[in-house]
Nanobody, 124 residues
Framework: QVQLVESGGGSVQAGGSLRLSCSVS????????MAWFRQAPGKEREGVAN????????DYADSVKCRFTISHDNAKNLLYLQMNSLKPEDTAMYYC?????????????????WGQGTQVTVSS
C-alpha cells in the first residue's frame, strides 16, 4: 500500500506561481513512477506531468510545457509541481499518482495509487 497526500493548492491571479507537494509513504520500493493529473469540473482527468524516479525522466502535457516543472526528492519522498505563469484554464483539482512500474505515460489508468487532490484556482 502507498499513501499520497497533496498540499500547496490555493487561489492565485493569472501570471502567478504555486508549488504543489505530494508526500509519499508506505511500501514504495526503491524506484517508481509518479505523475500529476488535474480535473476541472465537467472535464476528464488530464495528465499534466510525470517522472520516473530512477532516471528522473520527465514528460509534460503540451499545455503546460515551459511553465510547469515536476521534480522528486528521493530522500524526503516528496513529489513537487512548480507551476509558473498560471492561466485561468489551469484551474482544476490537482492529483498526484503513483505506480510501482517504470512507466512513461500520462494516461491515468496506468497509475495504481492516488491522492485526494488539492484545488488550484487561477483568476483573470
Amino acid at each position: 500500500q502507498v499513501q499520497l497526500v497533496e498540499s500547496g493548492g490555493g487561489s492565485v491571479q493569472a501570471g502567478g506561481s504555486l508549488r504543489l507537494s505530494c508526500s509519499v509513504s508506505g511500501n514504495t520500493g526503491s524506484w517508481y513512477s509518479m505523475a500529476w493529473f488535474r480535473q476541472a469540473p465537467g472535464k476528464e482527468r488530464e495528465g499534466v506531468a510525470n517522472i520516473e524516479t530512477s532516471s528522473r525522466t520527465t514528460d509534460y502535457a503540451d499545455s503546460v510545457k515551459c511553465r510547469f516543472t515536476i521534480s522528486h526528492d528521493n530522500a524526503k519522498n516528496l513529489l513537487y509541481l512548480q507551476m509558473n505563469s498560471l492561466k485561468p484554464e489551469d484551474t482544476a483539482m490537482y492529483y498526484c499518482a503513483f505506480d510501482y512500474r517504470v512507466i512513461f505515460t500520462l494516461r491515468p489508468d496506468n497509475y495504481k495509487y492516488w491522492g485526494q487532490g488539492t484545488q488550484v484556482t487561477v483568476s483573470s
